[in-house]
């Protein structure tokens, strides 16, 4: 039996100005590193929780959420897997959108779609070029991802770095993001198409997954 605790990162300065994020890197609010203290007081209280391993994006909002609750809870010397598989959903062109700003643009029926359908993909944006992804081959790197292609990418380092060790009995963390978290929820839980548009996941409130040998779900709680 092991435990997965799943975190979307504190409010950012894009969740504030209410304005597409996806691949575009930006920075913690004072509150949102705030939120992200509270939530490593609340992941030190779990029970028998002891992770051998933290996984996060690329992406600077969700690495600070995960050092704020590594240092919270004295869990700075474990090892920390960075990777874009866990980046948030790449919105494309309307990154760095309003939000609802879009809906003027696009119209309430297309935003819609593109935000919560599971296969929708808005237009795609401009190459990657930040120098955390010089590793990869940038024409492999999405330039726009429904939440279907978001979860395809997502769930081989799920399987390969988070569930393997989850089936030796080891505790995970992943510190990730709202759409991101998303996808991967749909495969645990087996939700389908029609009801993952109406799951939300919060900043900063930690998600708690008590897993048996074979990664069945035996408990689940939301700590607020």
Same mark, same amino acid.
């Given at each position: ?9 504190? $409010? ?12 575009n ?9 705030k ?6 007081q ?8 002891n992770?051998?391993h ?10 600070v ?5 590594a240092?919270?809870c ?10 874009? !598989? /866990?980046?948030?959903?790449? +919105?494309?062109? /309307? ?8 809906? $003027?643009?696009f119209?309430? $029926?297309?935003?819609?779609e593109?935000? !919560?359908?599971? %296969? ?12 955390? +992804?010089?590793? %990869? ?10 939440? %279907?292609? *978001?979860?395809?990418?997502?769930m ?16 995970q ?6 759409s991101? /978290?998303?996808?991967?929820i749909?495969?645990? $839980?087996?939700?389908?198409? %029609?009801?993952?548009?109406? /799951? ?9 997954? *008590?897993l ?13």
């Amino acid at each position: 039996m092991a435990k997965l605790v799943l975190l979307r990162h504190g $409010e950012s300065t894009a969740n504030y100005a209410n304005v597409y994020t996806g691949w575009n890197d930006v920075e913690l609010t004072e509150k949102g590193c705030k939120q992200a203290e509270n939530a490593g007081q609340l992941i030190k209280q779990i029970s028998n929780f002891n992770p051998t391993h933290l996984h996060t994006s690329v992406l600077l909002r969700a690495i600070v959420t995960a050092n704020i609750v590594a240092e919270v809870c004295g869990w700075l010397y474990l090892p920390i897997t960075k990777t874009w !598989r /866990l980046n948030e959903r790449h +919105y494309g062109k /309307l990154r760095g959108i309003n939000k609802d700003q879009s809906r $003027e643009i696009f119209g309430d $029926e297309q935003i819609n779609e593109w935000r !919560r359908g599971f %296969y929708a993909v808005p237009p795609e944006g401009s190459e990657v070029t930040a120098a955390c +992804y010089a590793s %990869y081959d940038r024409q492999r790197l999405p330039r726009a991802e429904s939440l %279907y292609q *978001t979860q395809k990418r997502l769930m081989p380092y799920y399987h390969d770095q988070i569930a393997s060790r989850l089936r030796l009995g080891e505790d995970q963390l992943v510190v990730a993001h709202g759409s991101s /978290l998303r996808a991967l929820i749909k495969k645990l $839980e087996e939700i389908d198409d %029609y009801d993952i548009v109406k /799951l939300e996941v919060p900043n900063a409130e930690p998600i708690i997954y *008590t897993l048996d040998d074979q990664l069945n779900i035996i408990k689940k709680e939301i700590l607020h």
